[in-house]
């Protein structure tokens, strides 16, 4: 019996660092920290000439904060802000594209963003609307080999972090994929309505591992996960 009773433990301890799936679930940062963050890791390299990256969003932040963060080791690949003056952008090994659109707030927003190289046309969406579509980093790659952050922004290679830049709210729903989803896509998508598998993440089943305090929490409830 006390062989079982050990072989049963050690799963249950590697789940702990590494879980699957958030279906129905939130990611939620409950205050300014240099240390809490949340690793995701992608079905697929972020080999990327395209993608769509979408996710619900609630902070009340005003100041600047990192919304997603994909850093290889010398580059930060593709970093989404919320900039201090209150426009949005979007970083590429360096440059950057500004847009203003609605603010995040303190209810769920659905936040997409659209980009592919061949034209370079990019762009947010908010609740299913598109903003105006801008030349952005045409023929530019994003190169595969980094680590996808939420909660803060890595200044060097999972390192680096600055609390007045860390994200403070909820995320969920995010997922993303290596092309650009039709506009009637990103629309069911804002109204809860399932499309295309995210082939990049998937929410309903994607691996992440937590680090921090970062708390795992029914979108509907109150009760802990």
């Known amino acids: 019996m006390r062989n079982m009773f050990l072989i049963l433990l050690i799963p249950c301890f590697f789940t702990l660092s590494f879980a699957r799936g958030l279906r129905q679930k939130a990611f939620v940062f409950p205050e300014p920290t240099a240390n809490s963050y949340v690793i995701l890791n992608p079905s697929k390299p972020l080999q990327l000439t395209a993608f769509t990256l979408c996710m619900r969003v609630a902070t ?129 998508l804002s109204e809860g309505y399932e499309v295309a598998k995210g082939n990049i993440f998937r929410w309903s089943d994607i691996s992440y591992e937590i680090k921090g305090n970062v708390i795992v929490q029914p979108i509907n409830d109150y009760s802990a996960v």
Request: net charge negative.
């Open 60 to 188: 009340e932040e005003t100041d600047e904060t990192i919304i997603f963060a994909y850093r290889t080791q010398y580059y930060d690949e593709l970093n989404l802000w919320r900039e201090r003056n209150g426009t949005y952008s979007i970083y590429f090994s360096g440059p950057s594209i500004y847009f203003t659109i609605p603010p995040l707030n303190t209810f769920f927003t659905h936040l997409c963003v659209t980009w592919e190289s061949k034209s370079g046309l990019t762009a947010f969406w908010v609740n299913g609307k598109r903003s105006v579509r801008k030349v952005f980093r045409k023929g530019h790659t994003i190169r595969s080999e980094g680590t996808v952050i939420i909660g803060q922004d890595p200044d060097s290679f999972l390192g680096g972090f600055d609390i007045n830049q860390s994200f403070v709210g909820e995320i969920s729903d995010l997922n993303m994929w290596d092309y650009v989803l039709t506009s009637n896509d990103i629309a069911a």
